[in-house]
């Protein structure tokens, strides 16, 4: 489906202000792929990436679409500009966390050449499983946290940890982005607990 036209824009937009039952599936069915593609030009990122930034902005819309303001542009305008701005943001964190990682990996490179070193190293990760395996973490928590470490980035993977393979794929991805959420918050404070907080 193409862009909509300014009309389409206005049509909708009201529809949504009143709050008619269907009109935030319409919203969906006529701004995600031209988001999508409009992210994905713009940003040069994954087709993955895009969809979630669409599907960010498009649930913030539908949440508050009062914060719109018809005078100043185009919903559409709107909407492709959150998500390009999403993806920044995202891609920007991305990129301090991956040079975060890899000045952790070159100190535990240049501090990890002894045997000895390898071993303490090897008790301190044992200490911090043995922590979070006593935490109150329930088991979907920590399975929910295990695939979250091992890196993985497939929303049905996740879903599929925390049992919501019936729900709508809208509903799926925000119940998987609000556990994660709540994953790294909870993680933040076990960090300060077992290292202590050095801020």
Known sequence: ???PTRDEDVALHARILQRESVANVDAFAVFVDPIIAAVKYARGCTHEMARDAAI????????????????????????????????????????????????????????GRSPKDCLEQSAEV????????????????RAFLGLMLQGERSTQRFAEVLGLGALPAVDIQREVKRNRDRIMKWLVRFGREVFGDES
């Open 126 to 141: 044992k200490r911090v499983v043995e922590r979070i395996e006593q935490s109150d973490l329930s088991q979907v928590d």
């Open 56 to 111: 960010d902005v498009l649930l913030d819309y539908l949440e508050a679409p009062e914060r719109f303001d018809p005078q100043r542009g185009r919903l559409f305008a709107y909407l492709a500009q959150s998500a390009k701005n999403t993806v920044t943001d995202w891609q920007r964190s991305a990129t301090r966390r991956q040079a975060r990682e890899e000045k952790f990996g070159l100190l535990f490179e240049l501090l």
């Open 1 to 3: 489906m193409g862009i």
